[in-house]
């Protein structure tokens, strides 16, 4: 049972252009999602994250929405950079004791070409 | 950010052996860590929870004699692959979240274990 789906395996963007990357979830206990970049064989580095409170958050060039109704997240980043090509991983996460408890979408393999 | 540390970030062992895997916070108070595994080309799936001072909790499907976890101190959390199988083989990686903070946890570098 997969909590936390991101559909699109990979994503391929042009230099300067916007990247969105998609993720959507069904467990309507989570409440803070995370948005993850990753390079093989090395960990998670933190991206942006939301509260389900809200739904907008930027933070330079990283913007994550969410839809709460539609239990929909996305990751615009504009402008794209080649060295923003790696793996994306969106997150999730309850309440209380269940932060820092993530549960991850499958990633999006995101490839910007100069 | 906070820094979490891992070592090794690769072993290779034979089979039949045990392993282990450190994970530090270096600046913070981890008063909980977790440990996940990915295998190639999929996500990461959360094994245990770590609770200093406590027993871990696991996740289901998870054998709890096979993959031991002890976290002595507010900064270090250690899991150990005890009888290593070939299956074993994939990338562990560790979070811990700052106690003073309720929002996201922090990653190590990963450890690359592979069972020959």
């Known amino acids: 049972d997969q909590q936390v789906k991101q559909n699109s395996p990979s994503l391929s963007v042009q230099e300067g252009r916007i990247s969105i990357l998609n993720c959507d979830y069904t467990?309507?206990?989570?409440?803070?999602f995370l948005w993850y970049k990753k390079y093989p064989a090395e960990g998670p580095t933190f991206l942006i994250s939301?509260?389900?409170?809200?739904d907008k958050n930027e933070d330079g060039r990283f913007t994550v929405f969410l839809n709460k109704s539609a239990k929909h997240l996305s990751l615009h980043i504009v402008p794209s950079q080649p060295g923003d090509s790696a793996v994306y991983f969106c997150a999730a996460s309850g309440r209380g004791t269940s932060y820092g408890k993530l549960t991850f979408g499958q990633g999006t393999i995101l490839t910007v070409h100069p | 950010g906070a820094v979490v540390s891992q070592h090794p970030s690769w072993v290779i062992c034979k089979s039949g052996t045990s392993v282990k895997i450190e994970c530090r916070s270096l600046d913070f108070q981890a008063t909980t860590m977790f440990w996940y595994r990915q295998f190639p080309k999929q996500s990461l799936m959360l094994m245990a929870t770590s609770n200093e001072g406590s027993k871990a909790t696991y996740e289901q499907g998870v054998e709890k004699d096979k993959f031991l976890i002890n976290h002595a101190s507010l900064t270090l959390s250690t899991l150990t692959v005890t009888s290593a199988h070939p299956e074993d083989s994939s990338f562990y990686i560790c979070s811990a979240r700052d106690f003073h903070s309720f929002t996201e946890a922090f990653f190590g570098q990963g450890t690359r274990l592979t069972v020959v």
């Open positions: 939301i509260s389900s409170i809200k």
């Open positions: 467990n309507s206990m989570f409440d803070y």
